[in-house]
Protein backbone atom coordinates (compact mmCIF):
# COMPACT_ATOMS: atom_id res chain seq x y z
CA UNK A 1 0.00 0.00 0.00
CA UNK A 2 0.88 3.98 -0.87
CA UNK A 3 0.48 7.01 0.06
CA UNK A 4 -2.44 7.68 -2.35
CA UNK A 5 -4.30 4.66 -0.71
CA UNK A 6 -4.03 6.25 2.45
CA UNK A 7 -5.38 9.91 0.92
CA UNK A 8 -8.49 7.86 -0.56
CA UNK A 9 -9.20 5.95 2.89
CA UNK A 10 -9.41 9.55 4.79
CA UNK A 11 -11.09 11.18 1.62
CA UNK A 12 -13.64 8.67 1.49
CA UNK A 13 -13.98 8.99 5.36
CA UNK A 14 -14.67 12.31 5.52
CA UNK A 15 -15.97 13.64 2.46
CA UNK A 16 -13.74 16.94 2.79
CA UNK A 17 -12.05 17.84 -1.27
CA UNK A 18 -9.73 15.01 -2.04
CA UNK A 19 -7.08 17.56 -1.77
CA UNK A 20 -7.03 18.12 1.14
CA UNK A 21 -6.85 14.57 2.31
CA UNK A 22 -3.36 15.02 0.03
CA UNK A 23 -1.96 17.50 1.94
CA UNK A 24 -3.02 16.30 5.41
CA UNK A 25 -1.05 12.72 4.77
CA UNK A 26 1.41 15.09 3.51
CA UNK A 27 1.65 17.56 6.86
CA UNK A 28 1.25 14.05 9.04
CA UNK A 29 4.36 13.15 7.58
CA UNK A 30 6.07 16.15 7.70
CA UNK A 31 4.93 16.96 11.19
CA UNK A 32 6.45 13.52 12.19
CA UNK A 33 10.05 13.38 10.68
CA UNK A 34 10.18 17.25 11.63
CA UNK A 35 9.99 16.45 15.47
CA UNK A 36 12.18 13.65 14.50
CA UNK A 37 14.91 15.63 13.40
CA UNK A 38 14.84 17.70 16.20
CA UNK A 39 15.21 14.97 18.54
CA UNK A 40 12.35 14.67 20.09
CA UNK A 41 9.97 10.88 20.12
CA UNK A 42 6.34 10.56 19.31
CA UNK A 43 4.39 8.35 21.06
CA UNK A 44 0.82 7.75 19.38
CA UNK A 45 -1.89 5.92 21.54
CA UNK A 46 -3.25 2.75 19.87
CA UNK A 47 -0.15 2.59 17.41
CA UNK A 48 3.17 2.99 18.86
CA UNK A 49 5.72 5.38 19.41
CA UNK A 50 8.95 6.42 17.66
CA UNK A 51 12.00 6.25 19.80
CA UNK A 52 14.93 7.99 18.92
CA UNK A 53 18.00 5.79 20.46
CA UNK A 54 21.84 6.64 20.83
CA UNK A 55 24.34 4.69 19.64
CA UNK A 56 28.14 4.86 20.32
CA UNK A 57 31.05 4.71 18.44
CA UNK A 58 32.24 0.99 17.68
CA UNK A 59 34.31 -1.49 15.79
CA UNK A 60 32.95 -3.26 12.64
CA UNK A 61 34.21 -5.40 10.32
CA UNK A 62 33.79 -4.70 6.21
CA UNK A 63 32.60 -7.91 5.10
CA UNK A 64 33.85 -7.31 2.36
CA UNK A 65 37.18 -7.11 2.90
CA UNK A 66 37.14 -8.19 6.18
CA UNK A 67 39.12 -5.03 7.17
CA UNK A 68 38.48 -3.42 10.47
CA UNK A 69 36.69 -0.43 10.20
CA UNK A 70 35.24 1.96 12.75
CA UNK A 71 31.12 2.88 12.98
CA UNK A 72 30.95 6.33 14.20
CA UNK A 73 28.46 7.39 16.88
CA UNK A 74 25.09 7.98 15.65
CA UNK A 75 21.04 8.10 16.06
CA UNK A 76 18.82 5.59 15.20
CA UNK A 77 15.07 5.98 15.16
CA UNK A 78 12.93 2.96 16.40
CA UNK A 79 9.51 1.78 16.05
CA UNK A 80 7.98 -0.23 19.30
CA UNK A 81 4.25 -1.20 18.16
CA UNK A 82 1.36 -0.72 20.88
CA UNK A 83 -0.30 -3.38 22.15
CA UNK A 84 -3.56 -2.58 20.39
CA UNK A 85 -1.23 -2.86 16.71
CA UNK A 86 0.55 -6.01 17.85
CA UNK A 87 -3.03 -7.33 18.73
CA UNK A 88 -4.40 -6.28 15.20
CA UNK A 89 -1.68 -7.88 13.44
CA UNK A 90 -1.28 -11.02 15.36
CA UNK A 91 -5.28 -11.81 15.21
CA UNK A 92 -4.64 -12.49 11.59
CA UNK A 93 -2.74 -15.54 12.03
CA UNK A 94 -5.67 -17.24 13.82
CA UNK A 95 -8.55 -15.78 11.75
CA UNK A 96 -6.53 -17.41 8.56
CA UNK A 97 -6.07 -20.65 10.46
CA UNK A 98 -9.70 -20.83 11.79
CA UNK A 99 -10.64 -20.10 7.75
CA UNK A 100 -8.15 -22.78 6.82
CA UNK A 101 -9.62 -25.40 9.52
CA UNK A 102 -13.22 -24.33 8.76
CA UNK A 103 -12.92 -24.46 4.70
CA UNK A 104 -10.46 -26.78 3.84
CA UNK A 105 -9.17 -24.33 1.28
CA UNK A 106 -5.15 -23.67 0.81
CA UNK A 107 -4.46 -20.19 1.94
CA UNK B 1 5.19 14.37 20.68
CA UNK B 2 1.82 13.04 21.63
CA UNK B 3 -1.19 12.78 19.12
CA UNK B 4 -3.28 15.55 20.22
CA UNK B 5 0.16 17.71 19.89
CA UNK B 6 0.45 15.92 16.32
CA UNK B 7 -3.27 16.48 15.59
CA UNK B 8 -2.46 20.40 16.93
CA UNK B 9 0.44 21.14 14.29
CA UNK B 10 -1.12 19.30 11.25
CA UNK B 11 -4.52 21.28 12.21
CA UNK B 12 -2.62 24.71 11.83
CA UNK B 13 -1.28 23.55 8.73
CA UNK B 14 -4.23 22.80 7.15
CA UNK B 15 -6.07 25.48 8.06
CA UNK B 16 -9.05 22.92 9.64
CA UNK B 17 -10.33 22.75 13.12
CA UNK B 18 -9.22 20.36 15.64
CA UNK B 19 -11.64 18.15 15.66
CA UNK B 20 -12.01 17.72 12.21
CA UNK B 21 -8.13 17.15 11.96
CA UNK B 22 -8.12 14.22 14.72
CA UNK B 23 -10.45 12.19 12.54
CA UNK B 24 -7.93 12.50 9.52
CA UNK B 25 -5.15 11.96 11.63
CA UNK B 26 -6.73 9.12 13.48
CA UNK B 27 -8.11 7.50 9.89
CA UNK B 28 -4.03 7.86 8.97
CA UNK B 29 -3.04 5.92 11.80
CA UNK B 30 -6.38 3.13 11.38
CA UNK B 31 -5.53 2.74 7.58
CA UNK B 32 -1.87 1.83 8.19
CA UNK B 33 -2.95 -0.53 11.07
CA UNK B 34 -5.97 -2.29 8.60
CA UNK B 35 -3.27 -2.63 5.87
CA UNK B 36 -1.00 -4.19 8.24
CA UNK B 37 -3.45 -6.81 9.55
CA UNK B 38 -4.29 -7.60 6.45
CA UNK B 39 -0.67 -8.58 6.02
CA UNK B 40 0.14 -5.72 3.06
CA UNK B 41 3.02 -3.26 3.71
CA UNK B 42 2.83 0.07 3.86
CA UNK B 43 5.42 2.52 1.82
CA UNK B 44 5.34 6.47 2.79
CA UNK B 45 7.86 7.76 0.43
CA UNK B 46 10.80 9.90 2.08
CA UNK B 47 9.73 8.06 5.49
CA UNK B 48 9.95 4.26 5.38
CA UNK B 49 7.75 1.55 5.44
CA UNK B 50 5.89 -0.81 8.09
CA UNK B 51 5.53 -4.33 7.52
CA UNK B 52 4.91 -7.40 8.96
CA UNK B 53 7.42 -10.24 9.95
CA UNK B 54 6.09 -13.80 10.84
CA UNK B 55 7.81 -15.42 13.60
CA UNK B 56 8.08 -18.93 13.40
CA UNK B 57 6.68 -21.28 16.36
CA UNK B 58 9.10 -22.62 18.40
CA UNK B 59 9.02 -24.23 21.99
CA UNK B 60 9.30 -21.63 25.10
CA UNK B 61 9.20 -22.22 28.61
CA UNK B 62 7.71 -21.46 31.77
CA UNK B 63 9.68 -19.43 33.50
CA UNK B 64 8.11 -20.19 36.85
CA UNK B 65 7.39 -23.82 36.43
CA UNK B 66 10.11 -24.66 33.79
CA UNK B 67 7.70 -26.87 31.86
CA UNK B 68 7.89 -27.05 27.76
CA UNK B 69 5.36 -24.88 26.36
CA UNK B 70 4.78 -24.21 22.31
CA UNK B 71 4.68 -20.64 21.32
CA UNK B 72 2.61 -21.09 18.03
CA UNK B 73 3.39 -18.81 15.05
CA UNK B 74 2.77 -15.27 15.26
CA UNK B 75 3.11 -11.53 13.03
CA UNK B 76 4.41 -9.15 14.43
CA UNK B 77 4.76 -5.36 12.89
CA UNK B 78 7.99 -4.10 11.90
CA UNK B 79 8.86 -0.47 10.78
CA UNK B 80 11.62 0.72 9.12
CA UNK B 81 12.67 4.01 8.42
CA UNK B 82 13.40 5.29 5.35
CA UNK B 83 17.08 6.32 3.93
CA UNK B 84 16.13 10.58 4.01
CA UNK B 85 14.40 9.98 7.42
CA UNK B 86 17.81 7.95 8.61
CA UNK B 87 19.78 10.38 7.78
CA UNK B 88 17.86 13.32 9.08
CA UNK B 89 17.98 11.41 12.50
CA UNK B 90 21.44 11.03 12.45
CA UNK B 91 22.08 14.94 12.19
CA UNK B 92 20.24 15.93 14.89
Not at chain 1, 62 to 90: H, Y
Not at chain 2, 6 to 27: A, F, G, M
Request: with cysteine; aromatic share 6%.
Amino acid sequence: MVKTSIVDYIYEKIGHPRKLAAISVEEIINSIKETLANGENIQIVGFGRFNLRKKNERTGRDPATGEEITISARQVLTFKPSRQLKDAVLRRVRNKNKFRCNNNIKP
Amino acid sequence: MTKAELVDKVSQKIDLNRKETEVIVNSFFDCITQALSDGKKVELRGFGGFRVKKRKPRTGRNPKSGEKVTVPEKNVPFFKAGKELRNLVNKS
